[in-house]
């Protein structure tokens, strides 16, 4: 059995890795490129062991080829749909790096930074750090931004976003991290089942933009409210999901423990084959469930060649989209101020 503990590796870029190994033996291995989950190695229901987070083997191959497989995306995750908003009356212009509109923070953004990083072995947890300059792709404000991931001795990957900025800016960041629960990435995630706590959906135009209007998931393919979880096969013959749901955050959820914290149930992953479960918690209000439907991607990850629908984002955040040019009050930080966000992320048996 590996000794419980982190293992750091100094590459001769300006790679660091971490390997957070628990008291199970399971490991979970982080990079300060991006702050970014690069592994998640863990027990299946027969004892074999799985990494079910896709993942590349170093930081050369993600600079090559990006698609943000487990990074840190922001200052906003999702889109800024024309690249601009207003603050306090003054209009802000974002890069527009897809289309017409900002995506992910604009390019480069938190994924492609090396951020500061610093172990504490017992807690089992790296917190990174990095500060961007006021300006940045368009946004205002010097901001600091830490990503704290403690991997507990449970198998729960905790995940806490901190935020604290020098004027008022806009703060929405999240992981992008793709799971398979079978542990490759040649294989569609089609047999996984998905529950998710959202009777809602965000209507989007055809370049993905919300303009804040809700819809019932009941009836529609996007409905994952059956408790048991539904086959994602359909869905994903349907086109996939690259959709924000808007999270019921009641007090539904059965995990006192992690309810206490104002921590709620969002989505729940499993997968037959290997009998492993996900379940995700957080104190957001939203999720983008993103099925990765590029149609032809050419990507080597640690686990096999990356296919159609070959894993699936759980990207847990504040509704992403700007009404009418006005941010969500929920994204905005002033100066002074700290905005903290949290996911959880419990990895067990069926
Ligand atoms: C978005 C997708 C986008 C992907 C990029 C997801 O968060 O919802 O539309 O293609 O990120 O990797």
């Not at 190695?41 to 896709?54: E, M, P, Y």
């Not at 080829?65 to 690249?83: C, E, F, N, S």
């Not at 048991?228 to 955050?249: E, I, M, V, W, Y």
């Not at 009998?275 to 032809?296: C, E, K, M, W």
Request: net charge negative; charged share 20%.
């Amino acid at each position: 059995m590996l000794q419980r503990g982190i293992r750091r590796i100094q590459t001769d870029t300006a790679e660091v890795r971490y390997i957070l190994t628990n008291a199970r033996g399971h490991r979970m291995e982080l990079s300060n490129f991006g702050a970014r989950i690069t592994a998640l190695w863990v027990n299946d229901a027969q004892g074999v062991s799985r990494n079910i987070v896709l993942g590349q083997p170093d930081m050369a191959a993600y600079i090559k080829h990006d698609i943000y497989l487990g990074a840190t995306i922001g200052r906003v995750a999702g889109r800024i749909g024309g690249g601009y908003f207003f603050m306090d009356g003054n209009r802000i212009e974002t890069m527009k790096n897809e289309g017409n509109n900002t995506l992910h923070g604009g390019l480069p953004a938190f994924e492609s930074a090396v951020w500061e990083s610093e172990a504490d072995e017992e807690q089992l947890s790296v917190c990174f750090s990095l500060r961007t300059q006021a300006g940045e792709n368009g946004f205002p404000a010097n901001l600091v931004t830490q990503a704290i991931y403690t991997w507990t001795d449970d198998d729960r990957w905790m995940m806490e976003y901190r935020g604290r900025a020098d004027d008022t800016t806009v703060f929405n960041p999240t992981n992008h991290v793709y799971f398979n629960l079978s542990g490759r990435a040649d294989q569609p995630v089609a047999d996984h089942r998905l529950y998710l706590a959202a009777d809602q959906h965000f209507a989007v135009d055809k370049e993905l933009i919300a303009d804040g209007e809700l819809n019932a998931v009941v009836n529609s393919r996007y409905d994952f409210t059956d408790p048991q979880g539904s086959k994602l096969n359909r869905c994903l013959q349907a086109g996939g999901l690259d959709t924000p749901f808007c999270l019921r955050t009641s007090a539904a959820d059965t995990n006192e423990a992690l309810q206490s914290e104002k921590l709620y149930e969002a989505a729940r992953l499993e997968c037959e084959q290997t009998g492993l479960r996900l379940t995700a918690h957080t104190d957001q209000s939203a999720v983008i469930v993103y099925t990765f439907n590029h149609p032809n991607p050419t990507l080597e990850t640690k686990v096999g060649t990356l296919i159609k629908h070959g894993g699936i984002t759980l990207e847990t955040q504040q509704f992403p989209n700007t009404v009418a040019g006005e941010p969500n009050p929920t994204i905005v930080l002033r100066a002074g101020e700290e905005k903290i966000s949290r996911t959880v992320f419990s990895i067990s048996l069926i």
